[in-house]
C-alpha cells in the first residue's frame, strides 16, 4: 500500500507526508504520472492561487491521471486548495476550470469578518462517511479566503459557520475534499488521515 500525494509545484506537502509517515503509512511525494496509477490512495494537497494550481496540474498531465484513477475507484482525498480544485470551476481572480469531480463552484467568502478565514472552527455533519469515523472532537484548523458554493446536498459532508454557513468537507463514492488542513489539526487530524489511509 502506498499513498501518493500530488505534487504540482504548490502547498506544503512535506508535512501532509510527514503526518502519514508518522502513522505509520507510505506516503511519497509525486509527480509522476506512473506513481499515481501504481498508488493504492491519492492526496491532493495545496497552498495558493486555484488558477497557478490547476495550470501546473495539467501541464504536467496529472489532471488527466487523476480522473482516471478516480474512475477506478482509488480513494481520492483533496485537501484545502485541493479541495477547491474538485468542483467545476473557482471564480478566483476570473473563472477557471477545476477537475470537475465534484458539482460545484468556488467563491471568495462574502462577510464582514476578517478574511483569510483563519483558525479551529467547528464541523456540523450533513452526513458521515468512514473519513470522520471515531472523530469526537470535531474542531479543525482553517486557513483559506475562498469556499465551495452550489454543491449538491448529497454531497456535502460537513459545513462551518463563518459569517454564515459554508461547505467544509465534501464526499462523493470514493473522492473526499476537506476546506480545513488535517495535517495541522492535532491528534484529531491525525486520525481523520488515518481514517483515510484504511479506506479500501
Same mark, same amino acid.
Given at each position: 500500500?502506498?499513498?501518493?500525494?500530488?505534487?504540482?509545484?504548490?502547498?506544503?506537502?512535506?508535512?501532509?507526508?510527514?503526518?502519514?509517515?508518522?502513522?505509520?503509512?507510505?506516503?511519497?511525494?509525486?509527480?509522476?504520472?506512473?506513481?499515481?496509477?501504481?498508488?493504492?490512495?491519492?492526496?491532493?494537497?495545496?497552498?495558493?492561487?486555484?488558477?497557478?494550481?490547476?495550470?501546473?496540474?495539467?501541464?504536467?498531465?496529472?489532471?488527466?491521471?487523476?480522473?482516471?484513477?478516480?474512475?477506478?475507484?482509488?480513494? #481520492?482525498?483533496?485537501?484545502?486548495? /485541493?479541495?477547491?480544485?474538485?468542483?467545476?470551476?473557482?471564480?478566483?481572480?476570473?473563472?477557471?476550470?477545476?477537475?470537475?469531480?465534484?458539482?460545484?463552484?468556488?467563491?471568495?467568502?462574502?462577510?464582514?469578518?476578517?478574511?483569510?478565514?483563519? /483558525?479551529?472552527?467547528?464541523?456540523?455533519?450533513?452526513?458521515?462517511?468512514?473519513?470522520?469515523?471515531?472523530?469526537?472532537?470535531?474542531?479543525?484548523? #482553517?486557513?483559506?479566503?475562498?469556499?465551495?458554493?452550489?454543491?449538491?446536498?448529497?454531497?456535502?459532508?460537513?459545513?462551518?459557520?463563518?459569517?454564515?454557513?459554508?461547505?467544509?468537507?465534501?464526499?462523493?463514492?470514493?473522492?473526499?475534499?476537506?476546506?480545513?488542513?488535517?495535517?495541522?489539526?492535532?491528534?484529531? /487530524?491525525?486520525?481523520?488521515?488515518?481514517?483515510?489511509?484504511?479506506?479500501?
Amino acid at each position: 500500500m502506498m499513498i501518493a500525494i500530488v505534487d504540482y509545484g504548490m502547498g506544503n506537502l512535506r508535512s501532509v507526508q510527514k503526518a502519514f509517515e508518522y502513522l505509520g503509512y507510505d506516503a511519497a511525494i509525486t509527480d509522476q504520472t506512473k506513481s499515481l496509477a501504481e498508488a493504492s490512495h491519492i492526496v491532493l494537497p495545496g497552498v495558493g492561487a486555484f488558477r497557478d494550481a490547476i495550470a501546473a496540474l495539467k501541464q504536467k498531465g496529472l489532471d488527466e491521471v487523476i480522473k482516471k484513477e478516480v474512475a477506478k475507484g482509488k480513494p #481520492f482525498l483533496g485537501i484545502c486548495l /485541493g479541495m477547491q480544485m474538485l468542483f467545476d470551476k473557482s471564480l478566483e481572480d476570473g473563472e477557471y476550470e477545476g477537475l470537475g469531480l465534484i458539482g460545484g463552484e468556488v467563491v471568495r467568502f462574502e462577510t464582514e469578518l476578517k478574511i483569510p478565514h483563519i /483558525g479551529w472552527n467547528t464541523l456540523f455533519y450533513n452526513k458521515r462517511t468512514q473519513l470522520f469515523n471515531g472523530i469526537e472532537d470535531n474542531n479543525f484548523y #482553517f486557513v483559506h479566503s475562498y469556499h465551495a458554493a452550489k454543491v449538491a446536498k448529497e454531497d456535502v459532508e460537513t459545513t462551518c459557520v463563518y459569517g454564515y454557513e459554508f461547505v467544509s468537507s465534501v464526499n462523493r463514492d470514493n473522492v473526499w475534499g476537506v476546506q480545513f488542513h488535517p495535517e495541522k489539526s492535532g491528534d484529531t /487530524g491525525l486520525r481523520l488521515l488515518k481514517n483515510f489511509g484504511e479506506i479500501k
